[in-house]
């Protein structure tokens, strides 16, 4: 009889029929008076959203003490209840951390020794029982589910000291909890999702995990094959920007052996690592795709949504926020397409909004948070940009860019110590993010130190074509390299630069300005007088390129009338120097001198266009302002 109840029971949970479930366990309960009867019992009520009831049962006797599935489900009904103090004296704060076992093959080698060697073996290297690996006797004798819902409760304390803002053990809770069981996908994904480790951490810590750890009934060679098969999914939801050859690797591993390459997650994770380097277009095509096939799949919304930003489509994400809020306004995503709306529209106050409307109602969605600053620098509030950064960078630990943007406020603000140490330590967490090295350059530039920056402008825009990025992503990182290299007086390379950012069609009056600037340092003032006329014809008014022009005219004149078209840099036969005194000369490049700097103070800057931060594994997105997008040479109010 209670094998017929048990499979009626199974039935009716399989056919979310929990009612018949409930009344089955409860009578299958009576008639045996087993643990795993009461369990499952309480797990139809927790199920069914009945927890105070399921924890009734849970609570007879002494059955959490007994049974590691009992503690680990009354634990959890109180965390769905809010009860985080409850539920964290139900677990304890202590973990198992001798159930973990390390990577590699040790364990199941050190299976086929007797105990009593391996004793005589620690004693004779002068081992301790604290100093050797994690390959114990203890994990040995658990019973495999047991180490899995002890696993299951190191994943539950990490939920509550993340609900207390305690990121750090909840971090350690979530590692101990995968290095139990490396199956237990829950704590692996929030330390991935939540940015809780640097890039250079998440692989160190994937090559920790003991894949080997897991076992197929009567099948040594397919536990192999599922060990590997679940390390390269495990990759694929790393930090894109360390280790990309990797994770393309693993990619083309589950999308041409396990036929994968339709699966939304992989689709996702090969769009996370287009946006992260800045191939907008693809992205957008990819996560365009996994929607069309599954409408409301709310991980692919925040790539997403920034890929559309990006691209300025503003009438797709009018038409999605709509959709979204009829259909689902309770999840976070909804109204975070509704803020990336307005923020596309510049309409800054609404889209602050309902940034913050989304992070009230999930505290920890990183999309929230960033897009909630961002309108804050919109709209030149740094002081409040600042503090939500801050807020950022406390919840996301491991990610470089809430540091990256704090340098990029403290850079406006010209607050340069302050902006190169975020800088550097965001470049500390990722070595890999070409706005971050053409933000660094900037400070470099305004600091004088203009060797550094040249050498940093290049090694980003390096960084950009091995990445293959869009010519919006790198445009503007060459105008900052064409920028140092005339002030660092390396005028032909400059010229050069000048003239490539030209030949891809960038129609920006500073840009044929400042190569006016250049040809004049050279002497070649009729060419000079052409790139002023070039930068009016863009901006008319431009009261720099008008005097400018003006003073090139003169020189032009002076060149022509009195030397016969010498140049400035001429000597004479009467030793002045095209048709002047060297005093005059001198004279002429202070002026010069000083029209640069004043120019380049007025218009070199971080700002630009805008980019995302991502999950750890291609997740989580959310809209980022960077040097991307559009032009660097930004008047000194833009």
């Not at 007879?60 to 009904?77: E, T």
């Not at 129609?507 to 009729?526: N, P, Q, S």
């Not at 005059?584 to 202070?590: A, G, I, M, R």
Request: aromatic share 8%.
């Amino acid at each position: 009889m209670d094998k017929f109840l048990r499979e009626w029971r199974q039935d009716a949970l399989g056919k979310n029929q929990y009612d018949t479930a409930i009344f089955v366990a409860d009578k299958l309960l009576a008639l045996t008076k087993d643990d795993n009867d009461a369990f499952w019992l309480a797990q139809v009520h927790f199920q069914s959203g009945n927890y105070t009831r399921a924890q009734a049962f849970l609570s007879r006797g002494d059955l959490m003490d007994r049974n590691p599935q009992c503690k680990y489900l009354h634990a959890h009904c109180s965390i769905k209840q809010g009860r985080m103090d409850e539920a964290m004296a139900t677990l304890g704060e202590i973990n198992p951390t001798h159930l973990i076992s390390a990577p590699g093959s040790a364990r199941q080698k050190l299976r086929h020794v007797d105990v009593n060697m391996r004793a005589g073996a620690r004693h004779h290297k002068g081992m301790t029982r604290s100093e050797r690996l994690p390959t114990s006797e203890e994990r040995d004798r658990e019973d495999s589910s047991n180490i899995k819902f002890e696993a299951g409760m190191c994943y539950l304390r990490g939920v509550c000291y993340a609900r207390q803002n305690s990121f750090d053990r909840a971090k350690e809770c979530y590692k101990v909890a995968v290095q139990i069981d490396v199956q237990c996908f829950e704590a692996f994904d929030q330390l991935m999702a939540n940015s809780l480790m640097s890039p250079e951490e998440e692989w160190k810590f994937l090559e920790s995990l003991n894949f080997d750890t897991i076992s197929i009934s009567n099948n040594s060679s397919l536990a192999q094959e599922a060990a590997q098969f679940t390390k390269t999914l495990y990759t694929t939801r790393l930090s894109k920007y360390t280790r990309p050859s990797e994770f393309t690797a693993a990619t083309e591993t589950l999308s041409t052996h396990y036929n994968l390459a339709e699966n939304s997650d992989i689709l996702l994770s090969k769009a996370d690592l287009l946006f992260t380097h800045c191939k907008f277009r693809e992205a957008l095509d990819l996560t365009t795709y996994i929607l069309q096939t599954d409408h409301y799949n709310f991980a692919t919304l925040p790539v997403h949504l920034a890929s559309l930003y990006e691209l300025g489509h503003k009438n797709t994400l009018f038409l999605l926020a709509h959709e979204l809020a009829d259909s689902h306004p309770n999840e976070p995503a909804t109204w975070l397409a509704v803020g990336v709306y307005y923020l596309s529209t510049n309409r800054i106050a609404e889209a602050r909004r309902y940034f913050s409307k989304a992070s009230m109602m999930d505290p920890h969605f990183g999309p929230a948070w960033i897009g909630f600053a961002h309108t804050f620098a919109a709209e030149g509030e740094h002081d409040q940009a600042i503090s939500a950064y801050s807020t950022a960078a406390r919840l996301f630990q491991g990610t470089h860019l809430p540091q990256l943007f704090l340098g990029m406020q403290n850079l406006q603000l010209n607050n340069l110590s302050l902006a190169r140490e975020y800088l550097d330590t965001a470049y500390s967490l990722c070595k890999e993010d070409a706005l971050l090295l053409n933000e660094m350059g900037v400070v470099y530039y305004h600091d004088d130190a203009l060797n550094d920056a040249v050498m940093v402008f290049r090694q980003a825009l390096r960084l950009a074509e091995r990445n293959g990025a869009e010519r919006e992503a790198w445009l503007p990182t060459k105008i900052n390299l064409a920028h140092a290299l005339r002030r660092a007086r390396a005028f032909p390379e400059a010229l050069d630069t000048f003239d490539d950012v030209l030949r891809h069609g960038v129609k920006d009056a500073g840009v044929f300005t400042a190569k006016g600037l250049v040809l004049l340092e050279v002497g070649r003032t009729w060419d000079a007088v052409i790139a002023f006329h070039e930068a009016l014809a863009v901006a008319p008014q431009d009261p720099v390129a008008t005097d400018l022009l003006n003073r090139a005219l003169e020189e032009n004149e002076s060149e022509e009338g009195i030397l016969g078209g010498g140049g400035v840099g001429d000597l004479g036969e009467d030793g002045r120097v095209g048709g002047r005194d060297e005093d005059e000369v001198v004279e002429l490049e202070h002026r010069i001198g000083s029209r640069l700097r004043e120019i380049q103070q007025n218009r070199v800057g971080g700002r630009g266009g805008r980019r995302r931060i991502g999950r750890g594994g291609g997740g989580m997105a959310m809209l980022e302002e960077s040097a991307y997008g559009e032009s660097m040479v930004v008047d000194s109010d833009g």
